[in-house]
């Protein structure tokens, strides 16, 4: 995997925040441009604004970005979905901690792991995966999320399919019961659901199909996209994907605005301000292990060693209470590098 230069990571970072601070600041700024060969792989901009007389330009994905990419309208500023800046987690589950350094943490398939657990926002990844005989681990990539906020439980999911379809819609999302209220979104660009019960959350499509962008207004913003393993993926990497399975997974980018300082998790961790980052970061591929310390018995449990759900925040943060709290920091795992 090729490794940015920390000036190059940091610069890509604030751009990517202030695109997504735009976006959020400006709904239907953001588009998604998606590579299916030649089809649909340029957008067109135009500024909406009233009374502008900005010409429109026309957006292109950097040759960086495999699949996808992100179009801020009306500039055609670009940017790849896991372009490194905080809070981003692709593939074989590599993560962009707050510190903007880059870890892998596999997990286990068919497991659920804390991701993201604070006093009042919880967020459990569930894992699928793929056993290499060669190796002591599974490959693994983030199937669905399991969101729990006051007492509403949010699910995004990637669905399983066999032969993968880009045109076909293949995300999954459900609100509250266990999918009770199942969330259905016109296939069109800047559809938007909202719950009455909790009309501060809503999800949007950036895309026609497979993308979506989640908010809880003052809390977070998630992007999740929906990809499938290649052949040609398959082919590098050893991952032995069959023909009955695409292993469908989802791309992720996080923004938070509300953490406290006692905040865990995989992620939540690195926006600790007493976060020591322990990581080998010359290493090809930095792993966190620990993982007992973050599986969860289900995709909506907050029962890992390190949740935080449901706790008062009002002990403040810090190097003490981090002590006192048991706090883990990252380690590099030297058997899977």
Avoid at 3 to 30: D, E, F, I, K
Avoid at 89 to 95: I, K, N, Q, T, W
Avoid at 196 to 204: G, R
Avoid at 218 to 237: L, Y
Wanted: glycine share 10%; net charge neutral.
């Amino acid at each position: 995997m090729a490794r940015w230069p920390a000036s190059t990571a940091a610069v890509l970072g604030l751009l990517c925040m202030m695109a997504l601070a735009a976006s959020a600041q400006q709904p239907g700024n953001m588009q998604v441009i998606t590579m299916d060969g030649k089809r649909n792989s340029k957008f067109t901009c135009t500024d909406t604004k009233k009374n502008s007389h900005r010409p429109g330009c026309t957006a292109t994905c950097p040759n960086r970005c495999p699949r996808k990419c992100l179009v801020l309208c009306p500039t055609c500023k670009t940017f790849c979905l896991c372009d490194f800046y905080p809070g981003v987690s692709c593939g074989d589950p590599r993560f962009t901690g707050a510190d903007g350094n880059n870890f892998y943490f596999h997990g286990k398939k068919d497991q659920d792991f804390c991701i993201v657990s604070d006093a009042g926002l919880h967020i459990n990844a569930h894992f699928i995966g793929k056993r290499n005989p060669s190796m002591s681990r599974d490959f693994t990539w983030i199937q669905a999320l399991g969101i729990r906020f006051a007492h509403h439980h949010l699910y995004v999911g990637a669905a399983k399919t066999a032969h993968w379809d880009a045109a076909a819609d293949h995300i999954v999302l459900a609100f509250d019961d266990d999918g009770e209220e199942s969330i259905s979104l016109p296939a069109t660009v800047g559809a938007r659901w909202s719950p009455p019960t909790a009309p501060e959350l809503s999800v949007t499509r950036t895309a026609q199909a497979n993308t979506v962008v989640v908010e809880l207004r003052g809390v977070f913003r998630i992007m999740a996209n929906v990809v499938p393993i290649t052949a040609e993926d398959s082919r590098v990497h050893g991952y032995g994907v069959t023909d009955d399975d695409s292993l469908a997974h989802l791309d992720l980018g996080f923004k938070f605005y509300d953490l406290t300082d006692d905040v865990h998790g995989v992620l939540g961790q690195t926006y600790r301000t007493d976060y020591v980052n322990r990581l080998n970061v010359t290493a090809k591929m930095p792993v966190m292990g620990g993982a007992d310390s973050f599986v969860s018995s289900g995709i909506f449990e907050s029962d890992c060693a390190v949740a935080r759900f449901g706790r008062s925040s009002g002990g403040g943060g810090g190097a003490a209470a981090s002590k006192a709290a048991g706090g883990i920091a990252m380690v590099t795992d030297a058997k899977y590098l």
